[in-house]
């Protein structure tokens, strides 16, 4: 029988249609592809959506749970870092457990964690509960993309990718906007709470239909995942508290620096010389990918700072609403989805990817150019339009750089891959949004002493500031006036320089295209 069944082609019965090409064929067989794929999104939704959702709710949770402002800030920075620390062992924990026990479990464990954090009574419950949310919640994105490229044919790969990058791209656009609307018609809780019924959903999916993977042997590189961690949870701690320590002014921030860097120097000797090392070196000889980690890194910055900045800006010197933030940034969504779908078919027809990566970082420098015009006189319009152009560039990279990224690399190193490159972006993430934080607020302080030196008698207009002691408190209310527009004139200065610093940053990674290599072909990996 099983000679039978390795006949050749040429034994086949006269008028039997043609065989699918044996590399065309999905790594996993799963007996309902749909809906493993809908349980899949619907995991990687409520995953990606909790890194921002939590954020408007904030100043809600400190009053509630008996927290000061320094230490609430403490529900991010446990998610952020516990996170970072267990995404480098997603590999391991696959080849050891199990990969579809292992995201299953991850799915269990961030739902179970997402209703302790909803039922949290005081600070310390809530940082260990989103705490463990972070670790259940670090499985969930490599797995997912993992699986996604496993059960799909290899010449289908841009087009699973471009369905999975719609959710890392639209869940931190998204996630503001729901919470804002949660926090305000029920209580910050449903935050948590509404993870629930989307995950249950995802669960049953996952437990039905997730195949099975080929488990494996494999030594726990214990001494690199410490320096690895360690540098990590340095690394963010240096991010999260520089701003409040006054950076490197400051002893602890030296410590956390210094722990970071030699640690993470001891990572690279160690993943060089190591006979098993946690990451093997395999995975960073591959060009494509290598470089496809840099632009991760660049994505993270540029993407996540640019959704941090925004919504505070709208809302403080514009006046909006937190549901009006969400209608006039929704258009970046949809720019994403657009092009999204574009670059798939590109890629699906074998376009090469480096001129497509290449336009869609111009395409967002562009978008940014725009944005480093804006005043206080910006309408909606032109928030919407440089938005939906950002969303089409940002749509533009990140299709092409996925595939490219895992057209060479055996299916093996896919989960190792994957959490390769979600750590890159989310480490850029962190970066990027507290560079651009820092910034803002020293450029704010600049432009207001800069600004308030111009004010004087001469330059008042009505106001003789020279004497306006002699009016009490309505001179007193006037000057407050008057610095209140010169902090506004200056806020929206330091905005304008945070957009210019990252349309450079992007400039500056376009080029850096050139060194990727051709477009393979999307079935070199599978015949390996």
């Given at each position: 029988m099983a000679s039978s069944a390795a006949a050749s082609p040429t034994t086949r019965p006269a008028g039997a249609p043609d065989a699918p090409?044996?590399?065309?064929?999905?790594?996993?067989?799963?007996?309902?592809?749909?809906?493993?794929?809908?349980?899949?999104?619907?995991?990687?939704?409520?995953?990606?959506?909790?890194?921002?959702?939590?954020?408007?709710?904030?100043?809600?949770?400190?009053?509630?749970?008996?927290?000061?402002?320094?230490?609430v800030t403490w529900v991010l920075t446990s998610y952020i870092i516990a996170s970072a620390v267990a995404l480098p062992v997603t590999g391991w924990l696959a080849d050891r457990i199990g990969a579809r026990r292992l995201f299953i479990l991850s799915v269990a464990g961030f739902i179970a964690a997402s209703m302790a954090c909803g039922m949290a009574q005081n600070l310390e419950e809530m940082v260990i509960?989103?705490?463990?949310?972070?670790?259940?919640?670090?499985?969930?994105?490599?797995?997912?993309?993992?699986?996604?490229?496993?059960?799909?044919?290899?010449?289908?790969?841009?087009?699973?990718?471009?369905?999975?990058?719609?959710?890392?791209?639209?869940?931190?656009?998204?996630?503001?906007?729901?919470?804002?609307w949660l926090t305000e018609s029920a209580s910050w809780r449903w935050v948590f709470y509404v993870n629930l019924p989307i995950g249950l959903l995802s669960l049953a999916a996952l437990m039905a239909y997730l195949p099975h993977r080929e488990q494996k042997s494999r030594r726990f590189d214990l001494l690199g995942f410490f320096l690895l961690a360690t540098s990590l949870t340095t690394f963010q701690l240096l991010l999260d508290r520089g701003n409040q320590l006054d950076?490197?002014?400051?002893?602890?921030?030296?410590?956390?620096?210094?722990?970071?860097?030699?640690c993470a120097w001891m990572v690279v000797v160690h993943f060089a010389t190591a006979k098993e090392p946690m990451f093997?070196?395999?995975?960073?000889?591959?060009?494509?990918?290598?470089?496809?980690?840099?632009?991760?890194?660049?994505?993270?910055?540029?993407?996540?700072?640019?959704?941090?900045?925004?919504?505070?800006?709208?809302?403080?010197?514009?006046?909006?609403?937190?549901?009006?933030?969400?209608?006039?940034?929704?258009?970046?969504?949809?720019?994403?989805?657009?092009?999204?779908?574009?670059s798939g078919l590109l890629m699906?027809?074998?376009?090469?990817a480096r001129p497509v990566v290449a336009a869609g970082f111009l395409i967002c420098a562009l978008s940014l150019w725009e944005m480093a015009h804006w005043s206080l006189a910006v309408d909606e319009y032109n928030i919407v339009i440089s938005g939906l152009t950002q969303g089409i560039g940002m749509g533009l990279v990140f299709i092409p750089l996925q595939v490219s990224a895992f057209a060479t690399l055996p299916p093996h190193f896919r989960t190792d891959g994957s959490s390769l490159l979600n750590l890159l972006r989310s480490l850029g993430a962190s970066v990027?949004?507290?560079?651009?934080?820092?910034?803002?607020?020293?450029?704010?302080?600049?432009?207001?002493?800069?600004?308030?030196?111009?004010?004087?008698?001469?330059?008042?207009?009505?106001?003789?500031?020279?004497?306006?002691?002699?009016?009490?408190?309505?001179?007193?209310?006037?000057?407050?006036?008057?610095?209140a527009e010169v902090n506004r004139q200056a806020a929206m200065v330091a905005y304008v320089n945070d957009f210019y610093l990252m349309m450079w940053i992007t400039l500056a990674a376009a080029p850096l295209t050139l060194l990727m290599r051709k477009n393979a072909n999307p079935n070199a990996a599978a015949r390996r």
């Open positions: 090409p044996v590399e065309d064929v999905a790594h996993l067989h799963t007996d309902n592809y749909p809906l493993l794929i809908l349980g899949i999104m619907a995991a990687s939704l409520i995953q990606i959506l909790d890194t921002t959702i939590a954020n408007v709710a904030i100043p809600h949770m400190q009053s509630s749970l008996g927290a000061t402002v320094d230490t509960f989103r705490g463990l949310q972070g670790i259940a919640g670090a499985f969930i994105a490599p797995l997912s993309q993992s699986f996604m490229l496993d059960t799909t044919k290899p010449t289908k790969h841009a087009q699973v990718m471009a369905l999975w990058g719609m959710g890392i791209m639209i869940g931190p656009i998204l996630g503001p906007v729901l919470g804002g950076w490197f002014d400051s002893g602890e921030i030296w410590l956390y620096a210094l722990v970071s860097a030699s093997e070196t395999a995975l960073f000889k591959d060009r494509n990918f290598a470089i496809a980690l840099f632009f991760m890194l660049v994505i993270g910055v540029v993407m996540f700072a640019v959704m941090a900045l925004l919504p505070p800006m709208l809302q403080n010197l514009f006046d909006y609403g937190v549901i009006d933030t969400g209608l006039v940034l929704m258009p970046r969504g949809v720019g994403v989805l657009i092009s999204m779908q574009l699906r027809r074998g376009i090469d990027g949004i507290s560079v651009m934080t820092v910034l803002l607020g020293r450029n704010i302080q600049i432009g207001h002493q800069d600004l308030g030196s111009h004010v004087t008698a001469a330059t008042g207009g009505m106001i003789d500031f020279s004497t306006i002691d002699r009016f009490q408190s309505l001179g007193d209310a006037a000057l407050r006036i008057v610095d």
